[in-house]
């Protein structure tokens, strides 16, 4: 089945650092990129969709500037959340999505700003 | 856009108690998915069905079953004889045929299964 593998699963960070999220998908190429973000006992908040080779496109109320997206190949997407604050600590989970296998999730990454 | 709504935040029941989640969603789409997710504390989503807005046949899988109802715009699920593993948060979600088809979620429902 397809597998979408996440890194990190946790990081810890001091705020005004930046930290990089990957989400690879490993055995097909995902034509769309879904991130997320959810707060603890909040639902998942859809951040951004990224298309392979093309500039993301934020959901209302996200700040792209901050939360950078590069999707430059089919199986590779990062989110780099720049000068993180503590507001900035949650769980960011992406998501692949190919036709025939349809959305697949990583484990999602537990970030903490410090 | 879509909508789903999860109007039940947090349910406790005993185990072996029978346990149905609600899910209503909205979408002016004609060709839509629906889905259930399993969140444990570990955080992973466990994918537990995908429906298409053709099939509205409900579906059992051993202890679980979802009821679709189209005129209702409800997609239910229901556990039967709960067990303390099914604790955990259960998310129904919507993504609608389009060019993204990106997912969206209702709130959550937070089952508790007490032994």
């Known amino acids: 089945g397809a597998v979408v593998s996440q890194h990190p699963s946790w990081v810890i960070c001091k705020s005004g650092t930046s930290v990089k999220i990957e989400c690879r998908s490993l055995d097909f190429q995902a034509t769309t990129m879904f991130w997320y973000r959810q707060f603890p006992k909040q639902s998942l908040m859809l951040m951004a969709t990224?298309?392979?080779?093309?500039?993301?496109?934020?959901e209302q109320g996200v700040e792209k500037d901050k939360f950078l997206i590069n999707h430059a190949s089919l199986t590779l997407s990062t989110l780099t959340v720049t000068s993180a604050h503590p507001e900035d600590s949650s769980f960011y989970i992406c998501s692949a999505r190919e036709w025939s296998y349809g959305y697949t999730f990583g484990s999602g990454t537990r970030l903490t700003v410090v | 856009a879509q909508k789903v709504t999860q109007a039940q935040t947090e349910i406790s029941v005993v185990e072996k108690e029978d346990v149905t989640l609600d899910c209503v969603y909205e979408t002016r789409d004609t060709t839509y998915y629906l889905f259930w997710y399993k969140q444990p504390p570990s955080g992973e989503l466990v994918f537990l069905i995908r429906r298409n807005s053709f099939d509205e046949q409900n579906e059992i899988s051993g202890r679980y079953s979802w009821n679709f109802q189209k005129s209702t715009s409800s997609f239910n699920f229901t556990i039967t004889a709960s067990q303390v593993v099914d604790s955990a948060v259960y998310f129904c979600a919507l993504s609608e045929a389009g060019v993204n088809n990106d997912m969206r979620f209702g709130a959550g429902t937070r089952l508790t299964v007490k032994p």
């Open positions: 990224s298309n392979e080779g093309s500039k993301a496109t934020y």
